[in-house]
């Protein structure tokens, strides 16, 4: 066979594009997958009230699941916010809302109606220890709760922040004030210590400002319908902001993602007071409320550190992560159901707990890969339901 015929058929490697920043879209997926390991730990997790609860626990799934916790959601949101920022001067707002809502609004009624459904019958209909019983998932007050939505809480969180954004960006001069004012401040930005710092506690602060409130007024912690409570949403918008801003100003950026010292020697204290976040019981008010403030900086530390991580080791094209980019969707609406279902049908079974949990993640994963692999991209009807392409 010639050179040339070879060259035919062999695939060509991905081409970079240097103005892609393919460690987002790289961190992006693994964080929506990252799902998988966090509802798997709930069920061998001591003590757990989730959905589904094994006899046979161990500490080791509290940690990972608080572990996860702790940045998971906060850095997807605010890469979602940069994607946003990033897209949306290029559309007007009302196109970009029809995509944004097209991706997000017809994924989630297909999912809750059917995956959900499906999830609650089975939890419904099964009499054993270590399964939730539900209510009628029929009743109209469980209907008009968040319990029927589960994991895609998140979803609904984006919608409200895409319109929050359009409706900013569509009121009348306030676009225009924007741009001026961050074209005054970019240059008065520079790349400093003080800089950097600045853009960790000041999200922190905001953070620590919310759940003072909270302690205020409780009910704002509350879920309203089939949103996430008030402030919860609050504080995923810091992070959504965050991200904006991470967009605009592109030196901010530049010293989010990088290693530094100031990281490094930030960093370490606030890893020695994790006991002090997670293992201390509840004190004094000034306790609780240093607490709450190391906790709010672990949260921002965190999610520079995925940033980091990610920068360093998957900015570069790749043809795995491009597949998980597009793959991520289909992971997520669809391993929650295969987690509960695998997770009930080990309950009875004499195994440790680590070699449930692996059982559920392997299973699980497989599952939904195969799912998104075998029918939602070879099916255009599936894909519009599952994905909103």
């Given at each position: 066979m010639s050179r040339t015929a070879t060259l035919a058929i062999e695939p060509r490697p991905p081409q970079?594009?240097?103005?892609?920043?393919?460690y987002l879209d790289a961190a992006r997926s693994i964080l929506i997958m990252l799902g998988v390991l966090l509802h798997a730990a709930n069920i061998y997790a001591v003590d757990s009230t989730w959905l589904v609860r094994d006899q046979d626990s161990d500490i080791v799934f509290n940690g990972l699941r608080e572990f996860l916790s702790s940045f998971r959601m906060p850095a997807f949101f605010l890469i979602s916010g940069f994607f946003c920022a990033l897209t949306l001067p290029k559309r007007s707002?009302?196109?970009?809302?029809?995509?944004?809502?097209?991706r997000l609004l017809i994924p989630f009624l297909s999912a809750a109606l059917t995956l959900n459904v499906v999830q609650i019958v089975i939890s419904w209909q099964i009499d054993m220890p270590g399964?939730?019983?539900l209510r009628d998932p029929l009743a109209a007050s469980f209907l008009l709760s968040p319990g029927w939505v589960y994991h895609l809480w998140f979803l609904l969180n984006l919608v409200v922040f895409f319109l929050l954004v359009v409706a900013l960006a569509s009121a009348p001069g306030l676009a225009a004030r924007v741009r001026r004012w961050s074209a005054w401040l970019e240059p008065r930005l520079p790349p400093t210590l003080w800089t950097w710092l600045a853009m960790v506690l000041l999200p922190a602060a905001a953070v620590l400002g919310i759940d003072t409130l909270g302690w205020l007024m409780p009910r704002l912690w509350e879920p309203v319908l089939w949103f996430s409570a008030p402030l919860s949403m609050l504080s995923y918008f810091v992070f959504f902001a965050l991200g904006m801003a991470l967009c605009r100003f592109r030196a901010l950026l530049a010293l989010f993602t990088r290693m530094s010292p100031g990281l490094l020697a930030l960093t370490l204290p606030v890893l020695a007071l994790t006991p002090l976040v997670h293992f201390t019981e509840d004190g004094s008010m000034l306790l609780e409320a240093g607490k709450r403030a190391v906790e709010a900086v672990q949260v921002v530390l965190a999610c520079q550190w995925v940033m980091v991580l990610f920068r360093a080791l998957a900015n570069r094209p790749s043809r795995v992560f491009r597949y998980l980019a597009d793959a991520s969707y289909s992971i997520y609406l669809f391993h929650h159901?295969?987690?509960?279902?695998?997770?009930?049908?080990?309950?009875?079974?004499?195994?440790?707990?680590?070699?449930?949990?692996?059982?559920?993640?392997g299973a699980t994963s497989l599952f939904a890969l195969a799912v998104h692999h075998f029918a939602i991209l070879r099916v255009p009807a599936l894909r519009l339901l599952f994905n909103g392409k």
């Amino acid at each position: 066979m010639s050179r040339t015929a070879t060259l035919a058929i062999e695939p060509r490697p991905p081409q970079a594009d240097p103005k892609r920043l393919y460690y987002l879209d790289a961190a992006r997926s693994i964080l929506i997958m990252l799902g998988v390991l966090l509802h798997a730990a709930n069920i061998y997790a001591v003590d757990s009230t989730w959905l589904v609860r094994d006899q046979d626990s161990d500490i080791v799934f509290n940690g990972l699941r608080e572990f996860l916790s702790s940045f998971r959601m906060p850095a997807f949101f605010l890469i979602s916010g940069f994607f946003c920022a990033l897209t949306l001067p290029k559309r007007s707002p009302g196109e970009f809302l029809r995509v944004r809502l097209k991706r997000l609004l017809i994924p989630f009624l297909s999912a809750a109606l059917t995956l959900n459904v499906v999830q609650i019958v089975i939890s419904w209909q099964i009499d054993m220890p270590g399964v939730e019983e539900l209510r009628d998932p029929l009743a109209a007050s469980f209907l008009l709760s968040p319990g029927w939505v589960y994991h895609l809480w998140f979803l609904l969180n984006l919608v409200v922040f895409f319109l929050l954004v359009v409706a900013l960006a569509s009121a009348p001069g306030l676009a225009a004030r924007v741009r001026r004012w961050s074209a005054w401040l970019e240059p008065r930005l520079p790349p400093t210590l003080w800089t950097w710092l600045a853009m960790v506690l000041l999200p922190a602060a905001a953070v620590l400002g919310i759940d003072t409130l909270g302690w205020l007024m409780p009910r704002l912690w509350e879920p309203v319908l089939w949103f996430s409570a008030p402030l919860s949403m609050l504080s995923y918008f810091v992070f959504f902001a965050l991200g904006m801003a991470l967009c605009r100003f592109r030196a901010l950026l530049a010293l989010f993602t990088r290693m530094s010292p100031g990281l490094l020697a930030l960093t370490l204290p606030v890893l020695a007071l994790t006991p002090l976040v997670h293992f201390t019981e509840d004190g004094s008010m000034l306790l609780e409320a240093g607490k709450r403030a190391v906790e709010a900086v672990q949260v921002v530390l965190a999610c520079q550190w995925v940033m980091v991580l990610f920068r360093a080791l998957a900015n570069r094209p790749s043809r795995v992560f491009r597949y998980l980019a597009d793959a991520s969707y289909s992971i997520y609406l669809f391993h929650h159901i295969a987690v509960v279902a695998v997770g009930i049908a080990l309950l009875a079974l004499p195994w440790s707990p680590v070699l449930k949990f692996a059982v559920v993640v392997g299973a699980t994963s497989l599952f939904a890969l195969a799912v998104h692999h075998f029918a939602i991209l070879r099916v255009p009807a599936l894909r519009l339901l599952f994905n909103g392409k």
